[in-house]
C-alpha cells in the first residue's frame, strides 16, 4: 500500500532531501547534491523561483517508509511568455516501484489541475534553465557521472515514465570534444576573417562581474527569445547565476565578443567540479569543504553552459570563434574534453557548428510531457 504525503515540516523535508541516497547507494556514478543547496531550493523565502512560482513537494511512503519523491510546481512567467497554462513536475526520485510511479505522478497532475493546468511537463527542477530532463542515450560514454549541473537518473526512470503515460516531449543534447578532437585550419581562418570584421574576443572580467551580467543576460535574452521553452531569467536568477560564477567559473575559457564597443556574443564555460563534489557526499564538513577548494584546480573537463550571439550578428561567424577559442585555450591550460549542453534537438543553428568542429553527440535527454 502506497500512501502520498506532502512535504511540510522539518523532519518531511529532511527525508525528500535525503532520499536519493536510498536510490543511489550502489551507483557509483551518481554525485550527490549539497544538502544545504537543496535546503535553499527548496526554501520558498530563498530560492528566486518562488517570486514568481508555486510548489508542492510530495513524498510517496511505503509502510512508512520513502518510496518515492516529486514537486508539481507552476511557473507564471512561462506560461505569460508563451501564452498557455502549463505545469512542470521535477526533483523527481523514485524506487524501482511501479505503484508508488504512479501514485507520485497522480498526485502530482491533481495538484495541477487544481491549478488549471492543461498540461506537465517534465522533469524541470523549477524552470528550463535548471536541472532538466531524464538522460535516455549515452549511458556508456565517458565520463560516466554527470557533468556539472546536469541530471542523472537510473534506466528504470523511463520505463516509469512511460508506463504512467508519459510521451517525448522533446530531446536534449550534449556534443563532446576532447583534446584529440582534430581542429580544422578551416575554422583559424573563419576566426582571422571574424576579426578583421571589426569583432574583437576577450574572456569575461570577474572583476567587473555585475557589469559582465548584465551584458551577458541582454545578449542571452535577445539570442534564446525563440528557443523552446525560454523565458526571461528574472534579476534575481542572474544574481544568483553570478554567485555561482564567482565560486566555479575559469575566465580562462569564458569569452565576451564585441563590436564597436558593444558586447553581441558571449560563451559562459565551467569546469567539471562533480568529480570532486561526488567525494563530498552532500556536505561541506567536516571534510567537503577541502574537496570543493580542490574541485576547480583539479577539473580536466568543461561544460558550456551560456552561449549565445544576438540575431542580427548571426551568420557571421561568431559562433565558431568562441567554440575554438574554447577548445584552443583549454587544451593550453589542460583540460582533456569540452562538453556543450545541453541543447534542445531543433536547435539547428547551435547544433550545426557544434558538428562543423568535429563535436560528438554522446548523450541524450529527454523532457516528458502529458494532457491533463
Given at each position: 500500500?502506497?500512501?502520498?504525503?506532502?512535504?511540510?515540516?522539518?523532519?518531511?523535508?529532511?527525508q525528500?532531501?535525503?532520499?536519493?541516497?536510498?536510490?543511489?547507494?550502489?551507483?557509483?556514478?551518481?554525485v550527490?547534491?549539497?544538502?544545504?543547496d537543496?535546503?535553499?531550493?527548496l526554501n520558498?523565502?530563498?530560492?528566486?523561483?518562488?517570486e514568481f512560482?508555486?510548489?508542492?513537494?510530495?513524498?510517496?511512503?511505503?509502510?512508512g517508509?520513502v518510496?518515492?519523491?516529486?514537486?508539481a510546481?507552476?511557473?507564471?512567467?512561462?506560461?505569460e511568455?508563451?501564452?498557455?497554462?502549463?505545469?512542470?513536475?521535477?526533483?523527481?526520485?523514485?524506487?524501482?516501484?511501479?505503484?508508488?510511479s504512479v501514485?507520485?505522478?497522480?498526485?502530482?497532475?491533481?495538484w495541477?489541475?487544481?491549478?488549471?493546468?492543461?498540461?506537465?511537463?517534465?522533469?524541470?527542477?523549477?524552470?528550463i534553465?535548471?536541472?532538466?530532463?531524464?538522460?535516455?542515450?549515452g549511458?556508456?560514454?565517458?565520463?560516466?557521472?554527470?557533468?556539472?549541473?546536469?541530471n542523472?537518473n537510473?534506466?528504470y526512470?523511463i520505463?516509469?515514465m512511460?508506463?504512467?503515460?508519459?510521451?517525448?516531449e522533446?530531446?536534449?543534447?550534449?556534443?563532446?570534444?576532447?583534446?584529440?578532437?582534430e581542429?580544422?585550419?578551416?575554422?583559424?581562418?573563419?576566426?582571422?576573417?571574424?576579426?578583421?570584421?571589426?569583432?574583437s574576443?576577450?574572456?569575461?572580467?570577474?572583476k567587473?562581474?555585475?557589469?559582465e551580467?548584465?551584458?551577458i543576460k541582454?545578449?542571452?535574452?535577445?539570442?534564446?527569445?525563440?528557443?523552446?521553452?525560454?523565458?526571461?531569467y528574472s534579476?534575481?536568477?542572474?544574481e544568483q547565476?553570478?554567485?555561482?560564477?564567482?565560486?566555479?567559473?575559469?575566465?580562462?575559457?569564458?569569452?565576451?565578443v564585441?563590436?564597436?564597443?558593444?558586447?553581441?556574443?558571449?560563451?559562459v564555460?565551467?569546469?567539471?567540479?562533480?568529480?570532486?563534489?561526488?567525494?563530498?557526499?552532500?556536505?561541506?564538513?567536516?571534510?567537503?569543504?577541502?574537496?570543493?577548494?580542490?574541485?576547480?584546480?583539479?577539473?580536466?573537463?568543461?561544460?558550456?553552459?551560456?552561449?549565445?550571439?544576438?540575431k542580427?550578428?548571426?551568420?557571421?561567424?561568431?559562433?565558431?570563434?568562441?567554440?575554438?577559442?574554447?577548445?584552443t585555450?583549454?587544451?593550453?591550460?589542460?583540460?582533456?574534453w569540452?562538453?556543450?549542453?545541453?541543447v534542445?534537438?531543433n536547435?539547428?543553428?547551435?547544433?550545426?557548428?557544434?558538428?562543423k568542429?568535429?563535436?560528438?553527440?554522446?548523450k541524450?535527454?529527454?523532457?516528458?510531457?502529458?494532457?491533463l
Open positions: 500500500m502506497v500512501e502520498i504525503k506532502e512535504a511540510v515540516t522539518k523532519k518531511e523535508i529532511k525528500f532531501i535525503k532520499f536519493p541516497w536510498q536510490v543511489y547507494k550502489n551507483d557509483p556514478n551518481w550527490p547534491p549539497l544538502i544545504f537543496m535546503k535553499n531550493r520558498r523565502n530563498k530560492d528566486p523561483f518562488f512560482g508555486e510548489a508542492v513537494f510530495f513524498l510517496a511512503l511505503r509502510d517508509n518510496a518515492g519523491r516529486v514537486v510546481h507552476t511557473n507564471s512567467r512561462h506560461d511568455y508563451h501564452n498557455c497554462s502549463e505545469g512542470f513536475f521535477g526533483y523527481y526520485e523514485c524506487l524501482d516501484d511501479d505503484e508508488a501514485a507520485l505522478m497522480q498526485a502530482a497532475e491533481d495541477l489541475r487544481s491549478k488549471g493546468k492543461t498540461k506537465i511537463i517534465g522533469p524541470e527542477h523549477y524552470t534553465y535548471d536541472e532538466i530532463c531524464f538522460q535516455v542515450e549511458w556508456d560514454a565517458d565520463p560516466p557521472s554527470p557533468v556539472v549541473l546536469e542523472y537510473p534506466r526512470y520505463t516509469q512511460e508506463k504512467t503515460g508519459y510521451k517525448k522533446i530531446d536534449w543534447y550534449a556534443f563532446k570534444v576532447t583534446d584529440d578532437t581542429i580544422k585550419d578551416v575554422f583559424f581562418k573563419i576566426r582571422e576573417r571574424v576579426l578583421k570584421q571589426g569583432f574576443i576577450r574572456p569575461v572580467d570577474l567587473n562581474l555585475k557589469s551580467m548584465e551584458k541582454r545578449i542571452v535574452h535577445g539570442a534564446w527569445a525563440d528557443n523552446w521553452g525560454h523565458f526571461p534579476d534575481k536568477q542572474f547565476i553570478a554567485e555561482g560564477l564567482k565560486l566555479i567559473v575559469d575566465p580562462r575559457v569564458c569569452f565576451m564585441e563590436k564597436d564597443g558593444e558586447a553581441v556574443g558571449c560563451s564555460t565551467f569546469p567539471d567540479i562533480n568529480p570532486s563534489v561526488k567525494k563530498m557526499n552532500g556536505r561541506l564538513f567536516p571534510f567537503g569543504w577541502w574537496h570543493f577548494l580542490r574541485a576547480k584546480k583539479k577539473a580536466i573537463g568543461l561544460r558550456t553552459f551560456l552561449f549565445g550571439v544576438l542580427e550578428y548571426r551568420n557571421k561567424g561568431i559562433d565558431l570563434v568562441m567554440v575554438l577559442d574554447t577548445i585555450e583549454g587544451k593550453k591550460v589542460g583540460y582533456e569540452s562538453e556543450c549542453s545541453l534542445v534537438e536547435n539547428k543553428k547551435m547544433i550545426e557548428p557544434v558538428l568542429w568535429g563535436g560528438d553527440l554522446y541524450t535527454y529527454r523532457l516528458f510531457s502529458k494532457d
